[in-house]
Structure formats: C-alpha cells, structure tokens
C-alpha cells in the first residue's frame, strides 16, 4: 500500500533534484515521516561510509563510517535528509566524540525513539583509531542501553588488541 500524500508531508528533499548541500552544520535539515507499524518493535539501520569533519583545533579533515541503527516509535527520519545532515558535518570543527553525541541526541530531539545508537569507526590519524560509541534509550529499553555500551566497550578494547 502506497503513503497518502498526508503521510508523507513534511518530506521535501526526496525526489528534488535541486537540493544544495549543506556548508555548514544543518540539524534544521532532517526530515521525518509517520512510522506505519508502530506497534512492532524493530531496527532501523544506515551506513555512512563517508563521513568526514573537521579537527577543530588544526582544521585537519577526519574520516569515519558511521552506523546509526534504532528503534522507531511514532516517527522515522528520512534517509536523504540524513545523508544531507550527515554531510553537513564535512566543514564542522569538533572532536569525533562530539560529532557523535551530536548525531545521536539531533535524531533523539527529532524522532523520539524507543532506542538508538551511533558508532563512529574513524579512520586513523597519527597513528590512533578513535572509534566513539553513544546511546539512548527510553525507560523500557534501559538495560540494552547498557549491554550495548558494554558490547561497544568491548569492541573497543577487542578492536586494539588485533
């Protein structure tokens, strides 16, 4: 069954072929839609093998894949208004964990999830691998907020020992 134009309202940056890239750090730019079976309970995924942004103190670029992966409530965001949100990072000035907590709590403000996460793989730079890790989760979904920091906590431990 297709989306009524009603629920899809409020999505504008699919299908227009005119969209500018973001210069600057664009939280105003994510976009969501109604979520159509918020009564199951299941995971959202996105990869963002480009990442970049920018040392804030030497201006130097940083590299990461990004995965952001939750569980919807009421409200979904919309993969193109990520990707141009995320790409919106590129001449933003901050230290990969706070790139991360940013993501994280931007699509918290914005969707009000059951559960959500975001990884941040970056790639190495003066010979040290950051890979920052955070999460949210309301009152229902307190304890996988805290297995998955202690899955992430052991990547990160296991990740340094290869």
Same mark, same amino acid.
């Given at each position: 069954?297709?989306?009524?134009?009603?629920?899809?309202?409020?999505?504008?940056?699919?299908?227009?072929?005119?969209?500018?890239?973001?210069?600057?750090?664009?939280?105003?730019?994510?976009?969501?839609?109604?979520?159509?079976?918020?009564?199951?309970?299941?995971?959202?995924?996105?990869?963002?093998?480009?990442?970049?942004?920018?040392?804030?103190?030497?201006?130097?670029?940083?590299?990461?894949?990004? $995965? +952001?992966?939750?569980?919807?409530?009421?409200? *979904?965001?919309?993969?193109?208004?990520?990707? !141009?949100? #995320? &790409?919106?990072? =590129?001449?933003?000035?901050?230290?990969?964990?706070?790139?991360?907590? $940013? +993501?994280?709590?931007?699509?918290?403000?914005? *969707?009000?999830?059951?559960?959500?996460?975001? !990884?941040? #793989? &970056?790639?190495? =730079?003066?010979?040290?691998?950051?890979?920052?890790?955070?999460?949210?989760?309301?009152?229902?979904?307190?304890?996988?907020?805290?297995?998955?920091?202690?899955?992430?906590?052991?990547?990160?431990?296991?990740?340094?020992?290869?």
């Amino acid at each position: 069954m297709s989306r009524t134009d009603q629920q899809l309202e409020g999505v504008t940056l699919l299908g227009d072929t005119r969209v500018k890239y973001p210069t600057e750090y664009a939280p105003e730019i994510l976009e969501t839609f109604i979520n159509k079976h918020p009564e199951n309970e299941y995971v959202v995924s996105f990869t963002c093998p480009e990442f970049t942004s920018l040392c804030p103190k030497t201006g130097q670029p940083d590299f990461a894949k990004i $995965i +952001i992966s939750y569980i919807p409530r009421e409200k *979904m965001v919309e993969s193109k208004s990520l990707k !141009l949100y #995320l &790409f919106s990072f =590129r001449n933003h000035g901050d230290f990969h964990e706070d790139c991360i907590n $940013i +993501i994280m709590k931007d699509l918290v403000a914005l *969707m009000d999830p059951k559960y959500l996460e975001v !990884l941040g #793989l &970056f790639t190495p =730079r003066g010979g040290i691998a950051i890979y920052p890790f955070a999460n949210y989760g309301d009152a229902e979904h307190q304890a996988m907020v805290q297995q998955r920091r202690m899955q992430a906590f052991e990547y990160g431990i296991n990740s340094q020992m290869k």
